[in-house]
Protein backbone atom coordinates (compact mmCIF):
# COMPACT_ATOMS: atom_id res chain seq x y z
CA UNK A 1 0.00 0.00 0.00
CA UNK A 2 1.44 3.53 -0.91
CA UNK A 3 2.24 6.06 1.66
CA UNK A 4 -0.26 8.56 0.40
CA UNK A 5 -3.08 5.88 0.94
CA UNK A 6 -2.05 4.70 4.20
CA UNK A 7 -2.21 8.16 5.09
CA UNK A 8 -5.63 8.62 4.58
CA UNK A 9 -6.99 5.71 5.83
CA UNK A 10 -5.55 5.98 8.90
CA UNK A 11 -6.18 9.42 9.65
CA UNK A 12 -9.32 9.47 11.20
CA UNK A 13 -8.60 6.55 13.60
CA UNK A 14 -4.76 7.83 14.20
CA UNK A 15 -6.23 11.65 14.60
CA UNK A 16 -8.81 10.38 17.00
CA UNK A 17 -5.85 8.97 19.48
CA UNK A 18 -3.70 11.46 19.00
CA UNK A 19 -5.79 14.09 20.11
CA UNK A 20 -7.73 12.17 22.64
CA UNK A 21 -5.32 9.91 24.03
CA UNK A 22 -2.10 11.25 23.35
CA UNK A 23 -2.43 14.93 23.81
CA UNK A 24 -3.84 13.87 26.89
CA UNK A 25 -1.79 12.19 28.60
CA UNK A 26 0.82 15.80 27.47
CA UNK A 27 -1.77 17.76 29.33
CA UNK A 28 -2.07 15.35 32.56
CA UNK A 29 1.68 15.74 32.61
CA UNK A 30 1.30 19.78 32.05
CA UNK A 31 -1.29 20.17 35.42
CA UNK A 32 0.61 18.16 37.44
CA UNK A 33 3.69 20.66 37.40
CA UNK A 34 1.33 23.82 38.32
CA UNK A 35 -0.60 23.98 41.51
CA UNK A 36 -3.90 26.21 41.92
CA UNK A 37 -3.08 29.97 42.94
CA UNK A 38 -2.88 31.10 46.52
CA UNK A 39 -5.60 33.70 47.24
CA UNK A 40 -4.29 37.21 46.58
CA UNK A 41 -3.68 38.70 49.94
CA UNK A 42 -4.54 42.50 49.96
CA UNK A 43 -2.28 44.02 52.80
CA UNK A 44 -3.62 47.75 54.70
CA UNK A 45 -3.69 49.63 57.85
CA UNK A 46 -6.67 49.53 59.84
CA UNK A 47 -5.96 52.65 62.51
CA UNK A 48 -8.00 53.22 65.38
CA UNK A 49 -7.92 55.36 68.47
CA UNK A 50 -4.53 53.22 69.54
CA UNK A 51 -2.58 53.42 66.58
CA UNK A 52 -2.23 51.47 63.40
CA UNK A 53 -2.61 48.10 62.81
CA UNK A 54 -1.80 46.21 59.45
CA UNK A 55 -4.25 43.74 58.50
CA UNK A 56 -4.11 41.33 55.22
CA UNK A 57 -7.21 40.12 53.97
CA UNK A 58 -8.26 37.94 50.85
CA UNK A 59 -9.46 40.08 47.79
CA UNK A 60 -11.60 37.50 46.39
CA UNK A 61 -12.10 39.52 43.40
CA UNK A 62 -8.78 39.66 42.63
CA UNK A 63 -8.13 36.04 42.92
CA UNK A 64 -10.99 34.98 41.06
CA UNK A 65 -9.78 37.16 38.31
CA UNK A 66 -6.48 35.75 38.36
CA UNK A 67 -7.56 31.92 38.62
CA UNK A 68 -9.66 32.91 35.49
CA UNK A 69 -6.43 34.29 33.11
CA UNK A 70 -4.21 31.20 34.24
CA UNK A 71 -6.61 28.24 35.13
CA UNK A 72 -3.37 26.08 35.02
CA UNK A 73 -2.09 27.63 38.22
CA UNK A 74 1.38 28.63 39.16
CA UNK A 75 4.23 26.60 38.39
CA UNK A 76 5.48 24.29 40.81
CA UNK A 77 7.69 21.86 39.61
CA UNK A 78 7.79 18.00 40.91
CA UNK A 79 6.98 19.68 44.16
CA UNK A 80 3.15 17.67 43.89
CA UNK A 81 4.92 14.75 42.97
CA UNK A 82 6.93 14.54 46.64
CA UNK A 83 4.19 15.94 49.00
CA UNK A 84 2.20 14.16 51.01
CA UNK A 85 -0.53 12.63 49.11
CA UNK A 86 1.90 11.44 46.55
CA UNK A 87 4.98 9.96 46.87
CA UNK A 88 5.74 11.35 50.33
CA UNK A 89 9.42 11.13 50.72
CA UNK A 90 9.87 13.20 53.67
CA UNK A 91 7.10 10.88 55.68
CA UNK A 92 8.37 7.98 54.32
CA UNK A 93 11.57 8.83 55.28
CA UNK A 94 10.25 10.06 58.61
CA UNK A 95 8.32 6.68 59.23
CA UNK A 96 11.69 4.83 58.01
CA UNK A 97 13.36 6.35 61.15
CA UNK A 98 11.26 6.52 63.56
CA UNK A 99 9.24 3.14 63.45
CA UNK A 100 11.46 -0.13 65.07
CA UNK A 101 9.77 -3.19 63.63
CA UNK A 102 8.67 -3.73 59.31
CA UNK A 103 5.64 -3.80 60.86
CA UNK A 104 5.07 -0.33 61.99
CA UNK A 105 6.95 1.13 59.00
CA UNK A 106 4.04 -0.55 57.08
CA UNK A 107 1.61 0.48 58.83
CA UNK A 108 2.70 4.15 58.63
CA UNK A 109 2.89 3.76 54.90
CA UNK A 110 -0.54 2.88 54.83
CA UNK A 111 -1.28 5.99 56.69
CA UNK A 112 -0.14 7.36 53.34
CA UNK A 113 -2.53 7.96 50.51
CA UNK A 114 -0.74 7.28 48.03
CA UNK A 115 0.92 4.11 49.06
CA UNK A 116 -2.72 2.79 50.17
CA UNK A 117 -4.01 2.84 46.83
CA UNK A 118 -1.11 1.88 45.23
CA UNK A 119 -0.46 -1.71 47.56
CA UNK A 120 -4.53 -2.30 47.11
CA UNK A 121 -4.10 -1.82 43.26
CA UNK A 122 -1.44 -4.62 43.33
CA UNK A 123 -2.58 -6.45 45.82
CA UNK A 124 -5.83 -6.93 44.20
CA UNK A 125 -3.84 -7.33 40.50
CA UNK A 126 -1.51 -10.01 41.85
CA UNK A 127 -3.66 -11.67 43.64
CA UNK A 128 -6.98 -11.66 41.12
CA UNK A 129 -5.33 -12.27 38.39
CA UNK A 130 -3.31 -15.58 39.27
CA UNK A 131 -6.68 -17.03 40.48
CA UNK A 132 -8.56 -15.99 37.77
CA UNK A 133 -6.19 -17.94 35.26
CA UNK A 134 -5.88 -21.35 37.54
CA UNK A 135 -9.75 -21.91 38.12
CA UNK A 136 -10.65 -20.51 34.52
CA UNK A 137 -8.39 -23.26 33.15
CA UNK A 138 -10.36 -25.66 35.29
CA UNK A 139 -13.57 -24.52 34.27
CA UNK A 140 -12.49 -24.91 30.87
CA UNK A 141 -11.51 -28.01 31.21
CA UNK A 142 -14.89 -29.13 33.16
CA UNK A 143 -16.92 -27.34 30.67
CA UNK A 144 -15.25 -29.06 27.48
CA UNK A 145 -15.94 -32.33 29.25
CA UNK A 146 -20.00 -31.70 29.57
CA UNK A 147 -22.74 -33.37 27.09
CA UNK A 148 -23.03 -31.16 24.14
CA UNK A 149 -26.31 -30.48 24.91
CA UNK A 150 -25.46 -28.21 28.10
CA UNK A 151 -22.42 -26.95 26.80
CA UNK A 152 -24.09 -23.86 25.05
CA UNK A 153 -26.18 -22.93 28.32
CA UNK A 154 -23.55 -23.06 30.42
CA UNK A 155 -21.39 -21.16 28.14
CA UNK A 156 -24.32 -18.24 28.50
CA UNK A 157 -24.49 -18.21 32.10
CA UNK A 158 -20.63 -17.99 32.64
CA UNK A 159 -20.36 -15.23 30.48
CA UNK A 160 -23.14 -12.55 32.08
CA UNK A 161 -20.64 -11.72 35.09
CA UNK A 162 -18.11 -10.46 32.45
CA UNK A 163 -20.51 -8.93 30.51
CA UNK A 164 -22.27 -6.84 33.11
CA UNK A 165 -21.59 -3.46 33.58
CA UNK A 166 -18.74 -3.46 36.83
CA UNK A 167 -20.79 -0.52 38.75
CA UNK A 168 -23.96 -2.75 38.56
CA UNK A 169 -22.09 -6.27 38.68
CA UNK A 170 -20.54 -5.13 41.81
CA UNK A 171 -23.80 -3.49 43.23
CA UNK A 172 -25.83 -6.45 42.82
CA UNK A 173 -22.75 -8.21 44.74
CA UNK A 174 -22.71 -5.98 47.19
CA UNK A 175 -26.44 -5.79 48.05
CA UNK A 176 -26.12 -9.79 48.96
CA UNK A 177 -22.90 -9.36 51.15
CA UNK A 178 -24.98 -6.48 52.77
CA UNK A 179 -25.17 -7.13 56.58
CA UNK A 180 -28.96 -7.27 55.54
CA UNK A 181 -28.48 -9.51 52.35
CA UNK A 182 -28.88 -12.92 51.86
CA UNK A 183 -25.06 -13.65 52.29
CA UNK A 184 -24.54 -10.91 54.87
CA UNK A 185 -26.84 -12.06 56.77
CA UNK A 186 -26.38 -15.62 56.56
CA UNK A 187 -23.03 -15.46 57.51
CA UNK A 188 -23.56 -13.38 60.64
CA UNK A 189 -26.07 -16.52 61.59
CA UNK A 190 -23.27 -18.96 60.91
CA UNK A 191 -20.82 -17.24 62.84
CA UNK A 192 -23.24 -15.78 65.57
CA UNK A 193 -21.91 -12.85 65.24
CA UNK A 194 -24.37 -9.56 64.71
CA UNK A 195 -21.54 -6.87 64.04
CA UNK A 196 -20.15 -8.91 61.25
CA UNK A 197 -19.80 -6.42 58.59
CA UNK A 198 -17.72 -6.16 55.57
CA UNK A 199 -18.40 -2.27 55.74
CA UNK A 200 -16.80 -2.43 59.07
CA UNK A 201 -13.50 -4.28 58.47
CA UNK A 202 -10.66 -3.85 56.39
CA UNK A 203 -9.74 -7.35 55.28
CA UNK A 204 -13.23 -8.15 54.61
CA UNK A 205 -13.63 -5.56 52.60
CA UNK A 206 -10.36 -6.67 50.95
CA UNK A 207 -11.42 -10.07 50.07
CA UNK A 208 -15.26 -8.96 49.12
CA UNK A 209 -13.56 -6.72 46.53
CA UNK A 210 -11.25 -9.54 45.10
CA UNK A 211 -14.01 -11.95 45.00
CA UNK A 212 -15.79 -9.49 42.89
CA UNK A 213 -13.17 -9.37 40.42
CA UNK A 214 -12.64 -13.28 40.40
CA UNK A 215 -16.18 -13.43 39.48
CA UNK A 216 -15.97 -10.75 37.20
CA UNK A 217 -13.01 -11.65 35.06
CA UNK A 218 -13.14 -15.68 35.69
CA UNK A 219 -15.43 -15.93 32.36
CA UNK A 220 -12.85 -14.36 30.28
CA UNK A 221 -9.71 -16.80 30.81
CA UNK A 222 -12.59 -19.79 30.98
CA UNK A 223 -13.66 -18.80 27.33
CA UNK A 224 -10.27 -18.16 26.20
CA UNK A 225 -8.96 -21.44 27.24
CA UNK A 226 -12.16 -23.07 26.07
CA UNK A 227 -11.28 -21.77 22.84
CA UNK A 228 -7.58 -23.09 23.28
CA UNK A 229 -8.77 -26.27 24.30
CA UNK A 230 -10.50 -26.88 21.04
CA UNK A 231 -7.37 -26.73 19.30
CA UNK A 232 -5.54 -29.65 21.18
CA UNK A 233 -4.33 -31.99 18.77
CA UNK A 234 -6.27 -35.04 19.55
CA UNK A 235 -3.27 -37.44 18.27
CA UNK A 236 -1.13 -36.18 20.92
CA UNK A 237 -3.45 -36.73 23.41
CA UNK A 238 -4.09 -40.37 22.30
CA UNK A 239 0.16 -40.78 22.08
CA UNK A 240 0.18 -39.95 25.76
CA UNK A 241 -2.07 -42.32 26.55
CA UNK A 242 -0.98 -45.31 24.68
CA UNK A 243 2.46 -44.33 26.73
CA UNK A 244 0.05 -44.99 29.73
CA UNK A 245 -0.06 -40.70 30.85
CA UNK A 246 -2.83 -40.49 33.54
CA UNK A 247 -5.55 -38.43 32.99
CA UNK A 248 -3.56 -35.49 34.99
CA UNK A 249 -0.07 -36.10 33.53
CA UNK A 250 -1.80 -35.91 30.25
CA UNK A 251 -3.12 -32.46 31.44
CA UNK A 252 -0.37 -31.19 32.74
CA UNK A 253 1.90 -31.96 29.89
CA UNK A 254 0.39 -31.93 26.97
CA UNK A 255 -2.56 -29.54 27.00
CA UNK A 256 -1.38 -26.78 29.55
CA UNK A 257 1.90 -26.45 27.31
CA UNK A 258 -0.42 -26.19 24.31
CA UNK A 259 -2.01 -23.59 26.11
CA UNK A 260 0.65 -21.38 27.07
CA UNK A 261 0.85 -19.08 24.36
CA UNK A 262 -3.09 -18.13 25.72
CA UNK A 263 -2.16 -17.98 29.09
CA UNK A 264 0.41 -14.90 28.45
CA UNK A 265 -2.44 -13.44 26.44
CA UNK A 266 -4.82 -13.95 29.04
CA UNK A 267 -2.06 -12.66 31.87
CA UNK A 268 -1.32 -9.48 29.63
CA UNK A 269 -5.11 -8.40 29.51
CA UNK A 270 -6.14 -9.32 33.16
CA UNK A 271 -2.97 -7.24 34.30
CA UNK A 272 -4.15 -4.19 32.30
CA UNK A 273 -7.69 -4.49 32.92
CA UNK A 274 -7.12 -5.95 36.67
CA UNK A 275 -5.05 -2.60 37.70
CA UNK A 276 -7.10 0.26 36.42
CA UNK A 277 -9.85 -1.22 39.22
CA UNK A 278 -12.54 1.50 40.18
CA UNK A 279 -16.11 0.66 39.77
CA UNK A 280 -16.22 -2.16 42.39
CA UNK A 281 -15.12 0.48 44.77
CA UNK A 282 -17.60 3.45 44.09
CA UNK A 283 -19.96 0.08 44.18
CA UNK A 284 -18.94 -0.83 47.25
CA UNK A 285 -18.26 2.07 49.12
CA UNK A 286 -15.34 0.96 49.87
CA UNK A 287 -12.83 4.08 50.55
CA UNK A 288 -12.25 4.20 53.67
CA UNK A 289 -11.08 0.65 53.63
CA UNK A 290 -9.59 0.05 50.42
CA UNK A 291 -8.47 2.91 47.85
CA UNK A 292 -7.35 2.25 43.48
CA UNK A 293 -5.07 4.71 41.86
CA UNK A 294 -7.98 5.38 39.48
CA UNK A 295 -10.00 6.08 42.66
CA UNK A 296 -7.85 8.11 43.72
CA UNK A 297 -7.83 10.14 40.69
CA UNK A 298 -11.53 10.56 40.90
CA UNK A 299 -11.83 11.20 44.23
CA UNK A 300 -9.35 14.20 43.18
CA UNK A 301 -11.53 15.25 40.45
CA UNK A 302 -14.71 15.53 42.19
CA UNK A 303 -13.59 17.41 44.92
CA UNK A 304 -16.87 19.23 44.82
CA UNK A 305 -16.25 22.69 43.12
CA UNK A 306 -12.61 22.73 43.33
CA UNK A 307 -10.98 20.01 41.70
CA UNK A 308 -7.51 18.80 42.88
CA UNK A 309 -6.01 18.91 39.00
CA UNK A 310 -2.65 19.16 40.00
CA UNK A 311 -3.32 15.93 42.09
CA UNK A 312 -4.77 14.18 40.11
CA UNK A 313 -2.48 14.77 37.34
CA UNK A 314 0.47 13.64 39.71
CA UNK A 315 -1.35 10.39 40.53
CA UNK A 316 -2.30 9.95 36.97
CA UNK A 317 1.59 10.18 35.71
CA UNK A 318 2.26 7.66 38.35
CA UNK A 319 -0.23 5.28 37.35
CA UNK A 320 0.52 5.49 33.83
CA UNK A 321 4.39 4.83 34.83
CA UNK A 322 2.86 1.60 36.98
CA UNK A 323 1.41 0.75 33.73
CA UNK A 324 4.28 1.08 31.09
CA UNK A 325 6.39 -1.32 34.11
CA UNK A 326 3.81 -3.79 34.01
CA UNK A 327 3.60 -4.35 30.61
CA UNK A 328 7.44 -3.66 29.41
CA UNK A 329 7.83 -7.59 29.69
CA UNK A 330 5.04 -7.86 26.95
CA UNK A 331 6.20 -4.68 25.18
CA UNK A 332 9.35 -6.30 24.76
CA UNK A 333 8.01 -9.79 23.51
CA UNK A 334 5.81 -7.86 20.99
CA UNK A 335 8.65 -6.17 19.65
CA UNK A 336 11.65 -9.50 19.49
CA UNK A 337 8.75 -11.38 17.54
CA UNK A 338 8.01 -8.76 15.16
CA UNK A 339 11.81 -8.33 14.33
CA UNK A 340 12.09 -12.26 13.71
CA UNK A 341 9.28 -11.81 11.48
CA UNK A 342 10.55 -8.76 9.17
CA UNK A 343 14.33 -10.60 9.46
CA UNK B 1 -14.05 -38.50 20.01
CA UNK B 2 -15.74 -39.97 23.22
CA UNK B 3 -14.18 -43.52 24.55
CA UNK B 4 -15.55 -45.42 27.03
CA UNK B 5 -12.91 -44.46 29.60
CA UNK B 6 -13.97 -40.36 28.55
CA UNK B 7 -17.73 -41.15 30.07
CA UNK B 8 -17.16 -43.41 32.72
CA UNK B 9 -17.96 -41.27 36.03
CA UNK B 10 -14.38 -41.21 37.29
CA UNK B 11 -14.15 -39.59 40.75
CA UNK B 12 -12.14 -36.88 39.31
CA UNK B 13 -14.90 -36.11 36.73
CA UNK B 14 -17.35 -35.72 39.62
CA UNK B 15 -15.43 -33.46 41.07
CA UNK B 16 -14.96 -31.49 37.82
CA UNK B 17 -18.63 -31.59 37.04
CA UNK B 18 -19.20 -30.41 40.85
CA UNK B 19 -16.61 -27.27 40.42
CA UNK B 20 -18.86 -26.62 36.63
CA UNK B 21 -21.68 -26.55 38.60
CA UNK B 22 -20.65 -24.74 41.29
CA UNK B 23 -19.18 -21.97 39.09
CA UNK B 24 -22.68 -21.78 37.47
CA UNK B 25 -24.47 -21.67 40.64
CA UNK B 26 -22.15 -18.60 41.50
CA UNK B 27 -22.50 -16.80 37.97
CA UNK B 28 -26.04 -16.83 37.79
CA UNK B 29 -27.57 -16.70 41.19
CA UNK B 30 -26.54 -12.93 42.05
CA UNK B 31 -28.63 -12.18 38.82
CA UNK B 32 -31.73 -14.32 39.49
CA UNK B 33 -31.66 -13.29 43.11
CA UNK B 34 -31.46 -9.86 42.25
CA UNK B 35 -34.32 -9.97 39.62
CA UNK B 36 -36.80 -11.61 41.77
CA UNK B 37 -35.83 -9.16 44.53
CA UNK B 38 -36.57 -6.20 42.26
CA UNK B 39 -40.23 -7.11 42.61
CA UNK B 40 -40.18 -6.76 46.34
CA UNK B 41 -40.17 -4.02 49.01
CA UNK B 42 -37.03 -3.00 50.55
CA UNK B 43 -37.57 -4.76 53.92
CA UNK B 44 -38.10 -8.47 52.02
CA UNK B 45 -35.00 -7.69 49.89
CA UNK B 46 -32.85 -6.75 52.76
CA UNK B 47 -34.74 -8.70 55.39
CA UNK B 48 -31.75 -9.49 58.11
CA UNK B 49 -34.71 -11.90 60.59
CA UNK B 50 -35.00 -14.38 57.39
CA UNK B 51 -34.08 -14.54 53.82
CA UNK B 52 -37.54 -16.35 52.98
CA UNK B 53 -38.90 -13.32 52.92
CA UNK B 54 -37.43 -12.11 50.16
CA UNK B 55 -38.99 -15.35 48.56
CA UNK B 56 -42.10 -15.21 49.58
CA UNK B 57 -42.42 -11.78 49.98
CA UNK B 58 -44.38 -11.21 53.28
CA UNK B 59 -43.62 -7.59 53.45
CA UNK B 60 -44.72 -6.58 50.05
CA UNK B 61 -47.60 -8.42 50.62
CA UNK B 62 -48.33 -6.58 53.90
CA UNK B 63 -47.68 -3.11 52.57
CA UNK B 64 -49.45 -3.51 49.03
CA UNK B 65 -51.09 -6.28 48.79
CA UNK B 66 -49.44 -8.56 46.05
CA UNK B 67 -46.78 -10.61 46.26
CA UNK B 68 -45.10 -8.30 43.96
CA UNK B 69 -44.84 -5.23 43.15
CA UNK B 70 -43.63 -2.42 40.49
CA UNK B 71 -43.10 0.10 42.76
CA UNK B 72 -39.04 -0.18 42.83
CA UNK B 73 -39.22 0.23 38.71
CA UNK B 74 -41.93 3.01 38.63
CA UNK B 75 -39.88 5.26 41.40
CA UNK B 76 -37.02 4.85 38.87
CA UNK B 77 -38.54 4.90 36.05
CA UNK B 78 -41.26 7.85 35.97
CA UNK B 79 -40.21 9.25 39.16
CA UNK B 80 -36.31 9.69 39.23
CA UNK B 81 -36.84 10.29 35.56
CA UNK B 82 -34.82 7.19 34.29
CA UNK B 83 -36.06 7.17 30.54
CA UNK B 84 -34.17 10.49 29.75
CA UNK B 85 -30.98 8.62 31.28
CA UNK B 86 -31.97 5.81 28.46
CA UNK B 87 -32.59 8.27 26.33
CA UNK B 88 -29.02 9.65 26.60
CA UNK B 89 -27.48 6.31 26.41
CA UNK B 90 -29.37 5.35 23.55
CA UNK B 91 -27.54 8.31 21.57
CA UNK B 92 -24.54 7.83 22.92
CA UNK B 93 -23.79 4.37 22.51
CA UNK B 94 -25.53 4.62 18.96
CA UNK B 95 -22.75 7.00 17.41
CA UNK B 96 -20.00 5.99 19.88
CA UNK B 97 -20.03 2.10 17.54
CA UNK B 98 -21.19 3.99 14.57
CA UNK B 99 -18.28 6.27 14.36
CA UNK B 100 -15.81 4.03 16.02
CA UNK B 101 -16.41 1.28 13.41
CA UNK B 102 -16.09 3.81 10.35
CA UNK B 103 -12.72 4.73 11.70
CA UNK B 104 -11.92 1.32 12.99
CA UNK B 105 -12.59 -0.19 10.17
CA UNK B 106 -10.65 2.00 7.34
CA UNK B 107 -7.61 2.03 9.83
CA UNK B 108 -7.77 -1.74 10.53
CA UNK B 109 -7.47 -2.86 6.60
CA UNK B 110 -4.41 0.37 6.08
CA UNK B 111 -2.82 -1.59 9.08
CA UNK B 112 -3.27 -5.21 7.75
CA UNK B 113 -1.80 -3.91 4.17
CA UNK B 114 0.57 -2.15 4.77
CA UNK B 115 4.08 -3.68 5.41
CA UNK B 116 6.01 -0.68 6.51
CA UNK B 117 7.44 -0.75 9.94
CA UNK B 118 5.32 2.64 10.58
CA UNK B 119 2.15 0.22 10.79
CA UNK B 120 3.85 -1.99 13.93
CA UNK B 121 4.17 1.42 15.70
CA UNK B 122 1.00 2.60 15.33
CA UNK B 123 -0.01 -0.95 16.35
CA UNK B 124 2.43 -0.89 19.23
CA UNK B 125 0.65 2.35 20.49
CA UNK B 126 -2.10 1.29 20.23
CA UNK B 127 -1.32 -1.57 22.85
CA UNK B 128 -0.19 1.25 25.45
CA UNK B 129 -3.08 3.29 24.85
CA UNK B 130 -5.17 0.47 25.20
CA UNK B 131 -3.94 -0.23 28.69
CA UNK B 132 -4.20 3.53 30.02
CA UNK B 133 -7.10 3.50 33.24
CA UNK B 134 -9.28 5.57 31.32
CA UNK B 135 -9.64 8.33 34.31
CA UNK B 136 -6.06 9.16 33.67
CA UNK B 137 -7.25 10.30 30.39
CA UNK B 138 -10.24 12.16 32.20
CA UNK B 139 -8.19 14.20 34.28
CA UNK B 140 -6.22 15.52 31.11
CA UNK B 141 -9.97 16.36 29.07
CA UNK B 142 -11.55 18.36 32.43
CA UNK B 143 -9.72 21.25 32.22
CA UNK B 144 -9.37 22.19 28.77
CA UNK B 145 -12.73 21.13 28.02
CA UNK B 146 -14.06 23.90 30.66
CA UNK B 147 -11.70 26.29 29.19
CA UNK B 148 -13.31 25.19 25.60
CA UNK B 149 -16.54 25.04 26.60
CA UNK B 150 -17.03 21.87 25.40
CA UNK B 151 -18.03 19.93 28.96
CA UNK B 152 -21.41 18.39 29.67
CA UNK B 153 -22.52 17.65 25.96
CA UNK B 154 -23.08 14.72 24.35
CA UNK B 155 -20.83 15.15 21.35
CA UNK B 156 -17.81 15.53 23.62
CA UNK B 157 -18.12 12.00 25.44
CA UNK B 158 -19.08 10.69 22.07
CA UNK B 159 -15.69 11.85 20.26
CA UNK B 160 -14.08 10.73 23.69
CA UNK B 161 -15.57 7.18 23.86
CA UNK B 162 -14.80 7.29 20.29
CA UNK B 163 -10.85 7.34 20.73
CA UNK B 164 -11.09 5.85 23.71
CA UNK B 165 -11.94 2.99 21.94
CA UNK B 166 -9.86 2.85 18.62
CA UNK B 167 -6.70 1.24 20.16
CA UNK B 168 -8.81 -2.36 21.00
CA UNK B 169 -11.27 -1.85 17.78
CA UNK B 170 -8.06 -1.37 15.61
CA UNK B 171 -6.17 -4.27 16.47
CA UNK B 172 -9.20 -6.33 16.59
CA UNK B 173 -9.77 -5.90 12.78
CA UNK B 174 -6.93 -5.68 11.89
CA UNK B 175 -6.43 -9.06 12.85
CA UNK B 176 -9.58 -9.77 10.70
CA UNK B 177 -8.26 -8.21 7.95
CA UNK B 178 -5.09 -9.95 7.83
CA UNK B 179 -7.42 -13.07 7.38
CA UNK B 180 -9.11 -11.92 4.48
CA UNK B 181 -6.78 -13.22 1.57
CA UNK B 182 -4.41 -10.16 0.03
CA UNK B 183 -5.32 -11.56 -3.51
CA UNK B 184 -8.90 -10.33 -3.30
CA UNK B 185 -8.48 -6.59 -3.30
CA UNK B 186 -4.92 -7.08 -5.12
CA UNK B 187 -6.58 -8.78 -7.69
CA UNK B 188 -9.33 -6.17 -8.28
CA UNK B 189 -6.81 -3.35 -8.54
CA UNK B 190 -5.19 -5.36 -11.46
CA UNK B 191 -8.42 -4.46 -13.14
CA UNK B 192 -8.26 -0.81 -12.40
CA UNK B 193 -9.66 -0.01 -9.34
CA UNK B 194 -7.98 2.28 -6.89
CA UNK B 195 -7.08 1.46 -3.68
CA UNK B 196 -10.26 2.83 -2.25
CA UNK B 197 -12.99 1.26 -4.63
CA UNK B 198 -11.04 -1.72 -4.38
CA UNK B 199 -11.67 -1.83 -0.50
CA UNK B 200 -15.71 -0.17 -1.57
CA UNK B 201 -16.65 -2.93 -3.68
CA UNK B 202 -14.71 -5.96 -2.85
CA UNK B 203 -13.39 -5.83 1.02
CA UNK B 204 -16.58 -4.28 2.33
CA UNK B 205 -19.40 -7.10 1.29
CA UNK B 206 -17.13 -9.68 3.09
CA UNK B 207 -16.06 -7.59 6.19
CA UNK B 208 -19.62 -7.88 8.42
CA UNK B 209 -18.75 -10.96 10.64
CA UNK B 210 -15.48 -8.89 11.84
CA UNK B 211 -17.43 -5.86 12.08
CA UNK B 212 -20.33 -7.30 13.93
CA UNK B 213 -18.18 -8.58 16.36
CA UNK B 214 -15.66 -5.87 16.82
CA UNK B 215 -19.53 -3.64 17.34
CA UNK B 216 -20.43 -5.87 20.02
CA UNK B 217 -17.53 -4.90 22.30
CA UNK B 218 -17.57 -1.40 21.11
CA UNK B 219 -21.32 -1.36 21.93
CA UNK B 220 -20.35 -3.15 25.30
CA UNK B 221 -17.29 -0.48 26.65
CA UNK B 222 -19.88 2.84 25.59
CA UNK B 223 -22.89 1.02 27.61
CA UNK B 224 -20.81 0.15 30.87
CA UNK B 225 -18.60 3.05 30.81
CA UNK B 226 -18.51 4.78 34.22
CA UNK B 227 -15.52 6.85 34.54
CA UNK B 228 -16.32 9.12 31.40
CA UNK B 229 -19.34 9.30 31.30
CA UNK B 230 -19.47 10.61 34.64
CA UNK B 231 -17.02 12.85 34.74
CA UNK B 232 -17.68 14.64 31.29
CA UNK B 233 -21.65 14.90 30.91
CA UNK B 234 -23.47 17.37 32.66
CA UNK B 235 -26.64 16.18 34.68
CA UNK B 236 -29.12 16.31 32.25
CA UNK B 237 -27.25 14.68 29.82
CA UNK B 238 -26.31 11.86 32.46
CA UNK B 239 -26.61 8.11 30.83
CA UNK B 240 -27.80 5.39 32.92
CA UNK B 241 -24.30 4.22 34.35
CA UNK B 242 -23.69 7.38 36.41
CA UNK B 243 -27.43 7.78 36.79
CA UNK B 244 -27.27 4.69 39.24
CA UNK B 245 -24.98 5.49 40.80
CA UNK B 246 -26.27 9.02 41.53
CA UNK B 247 -29.34 6.93 42.88
CA UNK B 248 -27.53 5.58 45.46
CA UNK B 249 -25.94 8.51 46.30
CA UNK B 250 -29.46 10.03 47.46
CA UNK B 251 -30.83 6.45 49.40
CA UNK B 252 -31.71 8.11 52.41
CA UNK B 253 -35.12 8.01 51.31
CA UNK B 254 -36.97 4.78 52.58
CA UNK B 255 -37.10 2.52 49.14
CA UNK B 256 -35.42 4.88 47.05
CA UNK B 257 -32.85 2.00 46.94
CA UNK B 258 -35.15 -0.25 45.13
CA UNK B 259 -35.30 2.15 42.74
CA UNK B 260 -31.61 1.56 42.25
CA UNK B 261 -32.15 -2.20 42.05
CA UNK B 262 -34.68 -1.81 39.73
CA UNK B 263 -32.79 0.15 37.64
CA UNK B 264 -29.92 -2.20 37.74
CA UNK B 265 -32.40 -4.65 36.72
CA UNK B 266 -33.28 -2.74 34.12
CA UNK B 267 -29.54 -2.08 32.85
CA UNK B 268 -28.84 -5.75 32.89
CA UNK B 269 -31.84 -7.05 30.51
CA UNK B 270 -30.48 -5.68 26.98
CA UNK B 271 -27.12 -7.55 27.95
CA UNK B 272 -29.23 -10.49 28.74
CA UNK B 273 -30.80 -10.03 25.07
CA UNK B 274 -27.22 -9.52 23.68
CA UNK B 275 -25.59 -12.75 24.81
CA UNK B 276 -28.91 -14.72 23.65
CA UNK B 277 -28.63 -13.38 20.40
CA UNK B 278 -24.59 -13.02 19.71
CA UNK B 279 -22.99 -15.52 21.98
CA UNK B 280 -21.04 -16.74 19.42
CA UNK B 281 -19.92 -13.58 18.22
CA UNK B 282 -18.63 -12.73 21.73
CA UNK B 283 -16.59 -15.96 22.28
CA UNK B 284 -15.24 -15.80 18.72
CA UNK B 285 -14.50 -11.80 19.49
CA UNK B 286 -12.67 -12.96 22.94
CA UNK B 287 -10.25 -15.15 21.29
CA UNK B 288 -9.78 -13.14 18.55
CA UNK B 289 -6.85 -11.33 20.02
CA UNK B 290 -5.28 -15.01 21.43
CA UNK B 291 -5.33 -17.18 18.11
CA UNK B 292 -2.95 -14.82 17.01
CA UNK B 293 -0.78 -15.28 20.31
Not at chain 2, 122 to 131: G, H, N, Q, S
Not at chain 2, 262 to 270: D, E, F, G, Y
Amino acid sequence: MKHRTFFWFILPTLSAMILFIALPIVSVFIQSLFIQHEQVIVESESCGPFGCTPTSSVDTEATAKLREEQPLGRFNGFNTYANRSHLAFAEVGEAWHTTDSLGGFIDAVMDLPFYKALIFTLSYTFVVTPLVIVLGLAIAVGVNKLPKLIKGPSIFVSLLPFLVTPLVGSLILFWMVDGDGIIGATLQLIFDDPSLSIKASTPLMWIMLMVYGVWHTLPFSFITFYAGLQTVPQDILEAARIDGASKWQSMMLVVVPHLMPLVSFVTLMLLMDNFRVFEPIVSFNAQAHATSLSWFIYNDLRESGNPLYASAGATSMLTILGVVILLTPVLIRTWRDFNRKSH
Amino acid sequence: MATKRDTQLSPLAIVTYGAVALWLIIAAFPFLWTFWGSFKVQADFFSKADWTNALYGVNTVRETGGAFTGQGYEGAWVKEEFWKNAINSTVVVFFTVTISLTFGTLGGYALARSGFRYAFWILFAALVFRAMPHITLVSGYLLPFFEWNIWGIKPTTIIVLVAINQPFTLWMLHSFFLNIPKDMDESAMVDGCTRFQAFRYVIIPVMWPGVITTGLFSFLLAYNDFAVTAMLLSEENETIIPAINSFLGSDQVEGSIMFAVAAVVSVTAPLLVLVLFFQRQIVSGLTAGAVKG
